[in-house]
Nanobody, 114 residues
């Protein structure tokens, strides 16, 4: 499985960004896609996940501001990030899990700064 992430960039506090991730390869229906983020010197943390059946989980810190969704294109996942805060600044990673195996996309930097 290969993952291709896109989106990210720099935005002012209160702004919005959208991340997308496309998975390709041998994809099974029972999978989980999601986004994690990492700040230098800290552990990678969960942002949001969505299963193939549409079950969603958010980190408390992003609830009400971020929305994860399955894309219109098969095997894609998007993360709409609204009301961004400086503490959302991090490298964001797409993750795909199936059959007890995790796959990671390349990170994309999100910077929230005035």
């Amino acid at each position: 499985v290969q993952l291709q992430a896109s989106g990210g960039g720099m935005v002012q506090p209160g702004g919005s960004l959208r991340l997308s991730c496309a998975a390709s390869g041998y994809i099974f229906s029972n999978n989980v896609m999601g986004w994690y983020r990492q700040v230098p010197g800290e552990q990678r943390e969960l942002v949001a996940t969505i299963t193939g059946r549409g079950l969603i989980n958010y980190a408390d810190s992003v609830k009400g501001r971020f929305t994860i969704s399955i894309g219109n294109v098969k095997n894609t996942v998007s993360l709409q990030m609204n009301s961004l805060k400086p503490e959302d600044t991090a490298v964001y990673y797409c993750k795909f899990s199936q059959r007890a195996t995790d796959y990671w996309g390349q990170g994309t930097l999100v910077t929230v700064s005035s």
